[in-house]
Each structure stands twice: as C-alpha cells, then as structure tokens.
C-alpha cells in the first residue's frame, strides 16, 4: 500500500533531517555505529514533533537509568536499547522476573515505565499510552511480549510513526515537559527548528526506509479515531485504573460517569501486567460488541487476551465446552410457567397481592431460581431486597407451590431456563475449575446479574488479587430481586470507588433524568440508598430537553419523524418498550430511514437511525435519542406495594433511556383534551 502524498512528504521530510540527526547522535560518543543510528533515528522524530530524553551515561550499560524517553502523537515510549543481544526467541514468554532474561533489564525498563506512569498520572493520563520498548540495534525484530514491545533497528521508526496518534502537539508539550522536569538525569537532544546546512560526518546507509515510514503514516492515518478518553482519564479513574486490589473490588457511579471507560482501561492495564486470560462480561447480549470494538481502538496492541461477552452466551460456551447439554427455550419456559400459574396460581391467595402472573413470575425468576434457592425453608426467611411487597408465610408457601409446579411442567418438557443455564454453569465451575483460569474477571451493569450469577464469576477468580471487578450502578437497575454482594459471599470492604462525574448528558438532560428517580430509594449491591439523590458533577456541553405534546398518536409519530429528520439519522436512536419495536421500524422505514436494530449495532458509525428497547440501549449512547410515547412507562406509585414497585422499576428504565442521550433528547408524548 503506498501512502498519500501528505505521508509521502512526512517520510521524506524526516529523511532530509535525518543525516542532521546523525550528526548530532554522536555527541553520545561511546555508541556503537547500531545503536548510534537507532538514537539518530529517534532524533529525526524531534523535527517532527516528538521530544526525546536521552540518560546522561548512555550508551553504559551499567547506567541505573533507562536509555531513553520518546513523547510524541503515538504517547510515551520508555525505551531500553540493546547492543551485542539477540531478541529472545518467540517461544520464550520473557516474564518480567524471569532470571534467564535478567540481564536484559527487563525489570528495570518496567520499574521507569511505572515510574513515568505515576508521574503522566498526575495529568490523568492513562497506563494504556505508555509504552515499554526494547531495541535490538543489530536485528530486525517486531513482537509484544506481556507489555513489551520488542523491536529491531530497521523497525522501530516505522512503529512509532504507524501508532494510532493519542496526542496532540499541545499533549506533547505537556507530557514531555512534566517528564524533563522528573527525569532530570536526562539529555534531551533535539533537532532545531530550521534544518541546519547539511552535516559533513554522514551515516553509512540510510537510517530507516522511507517507504516503510511513508506506509506506517498511512497506517498511523487510516487506524480508528482514538477519543480523549482513551488517553486521559479523571484522576479518580486512572487511580482505579492503576490500583492494586488484594481481593474483589467494585467500582459504582451513577449513568455517564465513565464506569465502563474505567473497566476498558483497567482490562488493558491487567492484560499488560499478567499473563493470563481476562473476562470482560455483561449481561446485556449486544453491549460486548461495542465494548470489544472500543477496546481495540483504544489499546490496538494489548495482546488478544481480553474476552468480551454476554454472561449467558459464555455459560452455554463453557457447558458445551464441557459437553454438558441444556436445551435452552426461554419461550417454552414461558409457557410452561404460565401453566403452572393456571394451575396453582391463578385462584391462589396470591392474586390478593397483585393478580398479574407476572409480578410471580419475576418473584420465581429472580428471587427464588435467580438466588439459587433449593428448599422453601430458605426461602421463608430471605429478605427480598428491592421487593416492596411483603410476603406473609403463606404468600411464601403459594409461591413456593408456584415455582415446584413450574419447575415440574419445564422439566416433563425437557426445557432449560437462563436461571438453568447459570446454576449449571455454577455448579460445574465448583465440581471442576475453568482451565487454563482466568486472571481476572470484570463485570460491568452488573446491577442487572441475579445473584447465581455473580457467584459464577466469583467462582472463576476468587478473591485473587486484582481478580473480580464489579462495574455499576444499582440505580439503573431494571431487573426486580436484588441482593448483597455478601450473599454471594463477596467482600470489597475497602476495595470500593465511586466515580462522580458525568462526562455524557448535557446538562438538561442529567436533570431531567435524575429528578424522575430522585425520590427513589434504590439497591447498590451493598446497602439500599434510602433516596434517589447523587451528588454528580457535570462536564459542561450544551444540548436540550425537547418535550413533543401530541394531539394523538397519529400526530404523535408524524412529529416523531419530523424531529428525526432535523437531528439527522446518523447520530439518533429511537428507545421504547419492546412490542412498540415492530410499530417504530415501519414507521421510520415508511418515511424512507434505513434502521439498525440495536441487536445488529456494534458502535461502528452508521447513517441509520439506531432502534430498539430501553434493555438493549442499556450501555449504550448517542448523540440524539427520541423516546415516543415515554410517559407510558411512567406509571403513577399507585396504591399497592406491587404497583409501587412497578412504578419504580418504570422510572428506572426511563431514566436509563433518558441518560442515553448526549446531546439531545426528544420526549414524545400524547396530552388527551
Ligand atoms: N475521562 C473522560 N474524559 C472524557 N470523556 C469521558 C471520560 N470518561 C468517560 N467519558 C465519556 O463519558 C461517556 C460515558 O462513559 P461510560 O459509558 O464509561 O459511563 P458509564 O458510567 O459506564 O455509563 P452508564 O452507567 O450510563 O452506562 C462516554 O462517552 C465516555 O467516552
């Protein structure tokens, strides 16, 4: 692939000042021809932007620094040349301790990277943007080992210039700037503005291939956007990020304030420090998708050994895995539940409480099987966090009824619910642990998890250091029958961060979103928060609450399409309750919008308007989102414990659909004359 022509004239532009940098690389005057023409050519990088910090004593080997610094467009790069070495071996895993590689000084270019971290810390910048190399002078080599990058003199330029651009010249100026003022045993040699008359003393052969520079400035160019987020963080996040747990810890904050960044930073962080095999898991089916792809953006040469997925779909992967079969049918389930409320329910004393079978439905689901509970004498005395009705014993013993009648219809028709597939999974992780193990395990929503499980993926990592990570926030919770991380016999007692500040919602937006819940105690996995009140800090940016007033539905939609066609397809979703879906796509898709289900959206940018339930959208975000018929949801407390809940549960989903929205967020509802 040859480049165009602005990285054309970048490569040549560093090849005239390239002989200027290899003059005044032998002021370093003990190196050997290798590695003068390596530091000459990260000197050529300082007419283009970069800044180099070169230790005092190199080329000693006996220096107790570092070789060198480089600060440019690609982040920080701590970089160790070698001389007289050759690159270890491709099956050698050069762990950082490892005696047979102590010479290499592995450990030391790990201790100043660490050392560099801590410093570019206190701009917020995050571990992902440095870089330790290690520079074979006389091979050509290019691997990552754990978190180093192993390179040969022809391939360095080309790598450094093909990184994804992280900083902006103003970023450079700052980071370099803080690391000068730090690492103070340091040359920093630097080609002068202008190109000085072309120097006597010239290097044997040219310093690097100007094609290869040319097609790395092409890669650098073409390779996925990487966001301000991806390099600078709040400090509370990067102390998250970079924090060093002797057992599981979690991180909460209400909707937008960077929980997930915080998780994708921290994925990357372990995976350079271990080698071992990292889970990031949800619930929400689609949201890995997303998360997989920012990843890869934001930390392109983290190994691949970082696994996105949904926590039902790694369940049924690992039972097959382990060739135990279930047969799956959420629909037949379903059936088979409404039978048995038919059956044993429906003229139960049951229906004094709440006479729709599904409220019982989610009270067998989530409370009873979600908490893998086996004997109703358990069950008797469970407090039921997040349920507001309270169960006499003979409420207990009509639901307990309930659920032997449809666990005995389910099993005579030989299907499995998701509570099946996670109570196996559980159970086979205890009989036989997961191998090759998993290092770490980071939940995110895990509001939404039943408590089996979040004991399955407790099971995988234990309280090992830095090993389970629970993300999120039980205030967009909008699953019923919550419970305490000690009933999984979790504690994070001292290992708990909060974040507080939302980088997402304009600000009208965050209010109109957190005065819906604001009267809302709510479970946070922990404790009950007797109200709905956060303290949250907004990030400033402008955008607006829009309510539509209908005169009826049909002027409802119209006004609907018209406020989509203004906001423009590209950056819109359209959020509602799941059988109004089918309704939306023919709508939109009448008015001549392509549509994007969110079961088929994976972040990547599209001219389609994005649709799908407020479950689904749960994650996610975008620039603008329409909520039709919104105040449907919205359902006054009511009379009863049970439509109380409800209501709650509503507002929850509500405000979950409302907080998707950056910049612009379209209410739509019908006022009746
Ligand atoms: N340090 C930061 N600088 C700039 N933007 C940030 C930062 N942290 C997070 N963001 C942005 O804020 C938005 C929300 O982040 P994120 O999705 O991680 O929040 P969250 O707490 O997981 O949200 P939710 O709970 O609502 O799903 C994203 O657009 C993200 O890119």
């Known amino acids: 692939m040859a480049g165009g022509r602005r990285e054309r004239e970048y490569a040549m532009a560093l090849q005239r000042r390239s002989r200027e940098a290899y003059a005044l690389a032998g002021r370093f005057e003990a190196a050997t021809e290798a590695e003068r023409k390596v530091v000459g050519?990260?000197?050529?990088?300082?007419?283009?932007?970069?800044?180099?910090?070169?230790?005092?004593?190199?080329?000693?080997?006996?220096?107790?620094?570092?070789?060198?610094?480089?600060?440019?467009?690609?982040?920080?790069?701590?970089?160790?040349?070698?001389?007289?070495?050759?690159?270890?071996?491709?099956?050698?895993?050069?762990?950082?301790?490892?005696?047979?590689?102590?010479?290499?000084?592995?450990?030391?270019?790990?201790?100043?990277?660490?050392a560099a971290e801590r410093e570019v810390a206190s701009l917020g910048m995050a571990p992902i943007a440095l870089r330790p190399v290690m520079v074979f002078a006389e091979h050509s080599v290019d691997r990552v080992v754990g978190r180093l990058r192993l390179l040969g003199a022809p391939e360095i330029l080309p790598v450094l210039v093909g990184e994804p651009q992280r900083l902006t010249p103003r970023m450079v100026r700052a980071v370099a700037d803080l690391l000068e003022e730090t690492f103070t045993a340091y040359d920093?040699?630097?080609?002068?503005?202008?190109?000085?008359?072309?120097?006597?003393?010239?290097?044997?052969?040219?310093?690097?291939?100007?094609?290869?520079?040319?097609?790395?400035?092409?890669?650098?160019?073409l390779s996925a956007p990487i966001e301000q987020w991806m390099t600078f963080l709040h400090h509370d996040q990067v102390s998250v990020v970079r924090r060093d747990w002797n057992g599981p810890a979690r991180v909460g904050g209400p909707a937008g304030t960077g929980k997930t960044v915080v998780g994708l930073h921290r994925a990357a962080h372990l995976a350079q420090r271990t080698t071992g095999r990292i889970l990031y898991v949800t619930f929400v089916k689609t949201l890995p998708r997303v998360?997989?792809?920012?990843?890869?953006?934001?930390?392109?040469?983290?190994?691949a050994r970082v696994e996105f997925t949904g926590l039902h779909s790694w369940a049924q992967r690992f039972l097959g895995e382990r060739d135990?079969?279930?047969?799956?049918?959420?629909?037949?389930?379903?059936?088979?539940?409404?039978?048995?409320?038919?059956?044993?329910?429906?003229?139960?004393?049951?229906?004094?409480?709440?006479?729709?079978?599904?409220?019982?439905?989610?009270?067998?689901?989530?409370?009873?099987?979600?908490?893998?509970?086996?004997?109703?004498?358990?069950?008797?005395?469970i407090p039921r966090h997040g349920r507001r009705t309270a169960l006499q014993s003979q409420h207990r013993e009509a639901v307990w009824r309930l659920y032997e009648e449809y666990e005995r219809l389910r099993i005579a028709q030989g299907v499995h619910d998701f509570n099946d597939l996670l109570m196996t999974a559980l159970r086979e992780v205890e009989r036989e642990p997961v191998d090759p193990p998993y290092t770490a395990v980071i939940v995110d929503e895990v509001q939404d998890l039943t408590l089996v499980g979040v004991r399955l993926l407790y099971a995988l990592v234990g309280d090992a250091p830095n090993g389970l990570l629970l993300i999120g926030d039980g205030q967009q919770s909008v699953y019923p029958g919550g419970f305490r991380l000690a009933d999984a016999g979790i504690s994070v007692m001292g290992r708990a961060a909060v974040l507080r500040t939302n980088y997402r919602n304009a600000a009208p937006i965050l209010d109109t979103a957190l005065r819906l819940v604001s009267g809302d105690p709510f479970d946070d996995l922990e404790e009950?928060?007797?109200?709905?009140?956060?303290?949250?800090?907004?990030?400033?940016?402008?955008?607006?609450?829009?309510?539509?007033?209908?005169?009826?539905?049909?002027?409802?939609?119209?006004?609907?399409?018209?406020?989509?066609?203004?906001?423009?397809?590209?950056?819109?979703?359209?959020?509602?309750?799941?059988?109004?879906?089918?309704?939306?796509?023919?709508?939109?898709?009448?008015?001549?919008?392509?549509?994007?289900?969110?079961?088929?959206?994976?972040?990547?940018?599209?001219?389609?308007?994005?649709l799908g339930t407020y479950h689904r959208a749960k994650g996610l975000e975008f620039k603008n989102v329409f909520l039709p018929h919104h105040d449907t949801l919205h359902m006054a407390n009511g009379h009863t414990p049970v439509d109380r809940e409800r209501a709650e549960l509503a507002r929850r989903l509500l405000y979950v659909g409302m907080t998707r929205a950056r910049d612009h967020l379209w209410l739509g509802t019908v006022v009746r004359s």
């Open 41 to 114: 050519q990260l000197i050529t990088l300082t007419g283009a932007g970069w800044r180099l910090l070169v230790d005092h004593a190199w080329p000693a080997t006996m220096s107790a620094n570092v070789d060198m610094i480089l600060v440019g467009p690609g982040g920080v790069f701590v970089i160790d040349v070698k001389r007289g070495w050759e690159p270890p071996s491709a099956a050698d895993d050069l762990p950082p301790a490892d005696s047979e590689h102590r010479d290499l000084g592995v450990a030391k270019l790990l201790d100043t990277t660490r």
């Open 528 to 610: 009950s928060s007797p109200n709905g009140h956060r303290d949250v800090e907004l990030t400033y940016h402008e955008g607006r609450v829009v309510v539509a007033q209908a005169a009826d539905a049909a002027d409802h939609d119209r006004r609907l399409v018209e406020a989509l066609s203004e906001a423009g397809p590209a950056g819109s979703a359209v959020l509602c309750v799941s059988n109004r879906v089918g309704h939306y796509h023919r709508l939109l898709t009448a008015a001549g919008f392509s549509v994007l289900n969110l079961e088929d959206y994976d972040g990547n940018p599209t001219d389609a308007v994005k």
């Open 188 to 221: 920093t040699p630097s080609l002068a503005e202008t190109p000085a008359r072309t120097p006597s003393e010239e290097p044997d052969g040219a310093l690097f291939d100007v094609e290869d520079v040319e097609r790395a400035a092409m890669r650098s160019a």
């Open 324 to 381: 135990v079969r279930l047969n799956v049918r959420p629909e037949a389930a379903e059936t088979a539940f409404s039978r048995a409320w038919l059956r044993v329910g429906r003229h139960s004393l049951l229906t004094e409480l709440d006479p729709s079978d599904r409220y019982w439905r989610d009270e067998v689901s989530h409370v009873i099987k979600g908490r893998g509970l086996t004997s109703l004498a358990e069950y008797r005395v």
């Open 291 to 303: 998360q997989e792809r920012l990843f890869q953006s934001m930390a392109p040469s983290v190994p």
